[in-house]
């Protein structure tokens, strides 16, 4: 069941896993509405959107607004960097 804009769980690729695995802190961290990000440190949360779209990264731009956390850091490919600092 979808609720609060969450997506459903899908794999995620090879690319992604490694780009997380990179990354400091807690991985797979909750946040409210029963979502995750996917890491965070004491003061920095980390996000990884791959997908390329608009709505992939509203929803990451999104969820790491709902973190709290002082610092927030999106990471996506180069050819995103646009769209990514629209948002």
């Given at each position: 069941?979808?609720?609060?804009?969450e997506?459903?769980?899908?794999?995620?690729s090879?690319?992604?896993?490694r780009?997380?695995?990179?990354?400091?802190?807690?991985?797979?961290v909750?946040?409210?509405?029963?979502?995750?990000?996917?890491?965070?440190?004491?003061?920095?949360?980390?996000?990884?959107e791959?997908s390329?779209?608009?709505d992939?990264?509203?929803?990451?731009?999104?969820?790491?607004?709902?973190?709290?956390k002082?610092?927030?850091?999106?990471?996506?490919?180069?050819k995103d960097?646009g769209?990514?600092?629209?948002?």
């Amino acid at each position: 069941m979808k609720d609060r804009g969450e997506v459903s769980e899908l794999p995620e690729s090879k690319a992604h896993k490694r780009a997380k695995k990179k990354l400091p802190g807690k991985k797979e961290v909750r946040i409210k509405g029963g979502r995750r990000i996917d890491s965070a440190s004491k003061n920095t949360a980390y996000e990884v959107e791959r997908s390329g779209t608009r709505d992939g990264i509203r929803k990451a731009v999104r969820r790491l607004r709902d973190s709290r956390k002082q610092r927030k850091v999106i990471l996506v490919p180069q050819k995103d960097m646009g769209i990514a600092a629209e948002k």
